[in-house]
């Protein structure tokens, strides 16, 4: 559980995402960051739907495997563990940066055009999109967790939940004090990619044992 909350604040913190997050609150909220100090309520309230609409994603994708998997006879379930290590590994080497693998590396979005006349709402919409959305930076850690949920039957909805709750935290504190994020997100980016292949290294133990 600790592990797939980890994951979610690494998501977050991967240098190709980290930088656009208070930018991207803003909009969705229909201010700028310059406004942010008279409009901070009103950015943390969007991201809240935010995080409501990616969460949701998490919590149905969750109950969807839990109830497939607790489904499985032993024996299929050990045979699960060994490729849900075999999965963990491989999303931690491509953490590290020791493999590059190029369809991992294509971004595969979802485009909302719908304007609708609720900012929460589309906040909620935009959340759910960026969880079923497909990015380099996001899916790695994701995907590992989804490897880990397979290799123990039963926990995927608390270990998404986990991951979710992970994601979802940073994005609400960054919505309360959006201007001042801004600026620290930017130094802090460098960092955060050596958080990344650290949480690589985890994870390839995790894989073997």
């Known amino acids: 559980i600790f592990l797939a909350f980890v994951a979610g604040l690494v998501s977050f913190l991967a240098p190709c995402v980290l930088p656009l997050i208070p930018g991207y609150l ?3 909220s229909g201010t700028t960051l310059d ?7 009103n950015i943390f309230l969007n ?3 935010f995080v409501l609409g990616f969460s949701l994603v998490f919590a149905v994708l969750g ?3 839990n109830t497939l998997l607790e489904r499985v006879a032993y024996d299929a379930q050990v045979w699960l563990a060994r490729i849900g290590g075999a999965i963990i590994i491989f999303f931690g080497l491509y953490l590290t940066g020791l493999i590059r693998v190029r369809f991992l590396e294509r971004a595969h979005k979802f485009s909302v055009k719908t304007k609708f006349s609720s900012r929460e709402l589309t906040s ?8 079923a959305g497909w990015t380099p930076c996001v899916g790695a850690a994701l995907g590992a967790i989804l490897g880990l949920a397979a290799s123990e039957p ?3 909805f608390s270990l998404l939940m986990a991951y979710a709750l992970g994601l979802g935290m940073p994005f609400l504190v960054v919505g309360l004090f959006a201007g001042e994020a801004g600026v620290a997100m930017t130094r802090f980016a460098n960092v955060a990619g050596y958080i990344t292949r ?5 994870l390839i133990g995790l894989g073997i044992l």
């Open 35 to 41: 406004q942010s100090e008279s409009q901070r309520w």
């Open 63 to 65: 109950v969807l495997l």
């Open 26 to 28: 803003a909009y969705i």
């Open 124 to 131: 909620f919409i935009f959340g759910a999109a960026f969880a």
């Open 47 to 49: 991201s809240v739907f």
């Open 154 to 156: 039963g926990t995927a």
């Open 198 to 202: 650290g949480f690589g290294v985890i």
